[in-house]
């Protein structure tokens, strides 16, 4: 089974609106990561946030990590249709010397104009 | 910085065949991973390198599939007597390693192999 969970697992919003996705994970981590992937431009980087971490921001991106619950959180603000893409949580497994890098199953953002 | 390129970029082959993907990193890149990814699921971890040096490989990789990066630079992926179960999206991407393992790294991917099995 897969390491990380995204839900939801599709999420359709307005222009404008913001958008939040959850990860959850199962085993202890060394660092969490989101990327995104569209057809046009594919997987991309987007944020990585470390277990010693609670929040992080870049742009209209915010981060939370929540390693008690095993759980992340990411948020689009101010949301464009150039959001729309599948988003992945990723994590490491520190219990196998932060190998072990696993992509969750994703969730699919529609951002309607 | 030319990205990461894969070649071919579709691929279809009759099962029983073997096929063997290209990807070269950017120049100055020291990991180079390999990952498949199904329709609406997110990438699956196959192997990673570290220079020449093949670090890690996941029970996934069965013997069929064979990866190497001889000089350290372009890696090859090959699979053999390929099946039904094979087709996908294989997709490459390098980081520049920091201390630690892949977790540490922003990982930069190229467009992918897509595969089809007949």
């Known amino acids: 089974s897969q390491q990380g969970e995204e839900d939801p697992q599709a999420l359709s919003i307005q222009e404008g609106e913001n958008a939040t996705m959850n990860c959850s994970y199962k085993?202890?981590?060394?660092?969490l990561q989101w990327y995104r992937q569209n057809s046009g431009r594919g997987l991309v980087h987007l944020i990585l946030i470390r277990s010693n971490e609670r929040e992080k921001h870049s742009g209209r991106l915010r981060v939370t990590l929540d390693t008690s619950k095993k759980s992340s959180s990411l948020l689009i603000t101010a949301s464009r249709a150039a959001d729309t893409a599948s988003y992945f949580c990723a994590t490491d497994d520190r219990d196998n010397y932060g190998q072990n890098f696993v992509f969750g199953p994703g969730t699919r953002l529609s951002v309607l104009p | 910085d030319t990205g990461v390129s894969q070649d071919p970029r579709h691929k279809i082959t009759k099962r029983g065949q073997n096929v063997t993907f290209r990807c070269d990193p950017i120049?100055?890149?020291?990991?180079l991973y390999w990952y498949r990814q199904t329709l609406g699921q997110g990438p699956e971890f196959l192997t990673y390198?570290?220079?020449?040096?093949?670090?890690?490989k996941s029970r996934l990789l069965s013997d069929r599939f064979s990866a190497e990066r001889p000089k350290g630079s372009f890696s090859t992926l090959e699979i053999q007597r390929t099946e039904q179960g094979d087709s996908a999206m294989y997709l490459c991407?390098?980081?520049?390693?920091?201390?630690?393992?892949?977790?540490?790294?922003?990982?930069?991917f190229g467009p992918g192999t897509r595969l089809t099995v007949l």
């Open positions: 390198f570290q220079n020449e040096a093949q670090l890690e």
């Open positions: 120049s100055e890149h020291n990991r």
């Open positions: 085993t202890s981590i060394n660092n």
């Open positions: 991407a390098s980081s520049p390693a920091i201390a630690g393992g892949p977790g540490t790294d922003t990982q930069y």
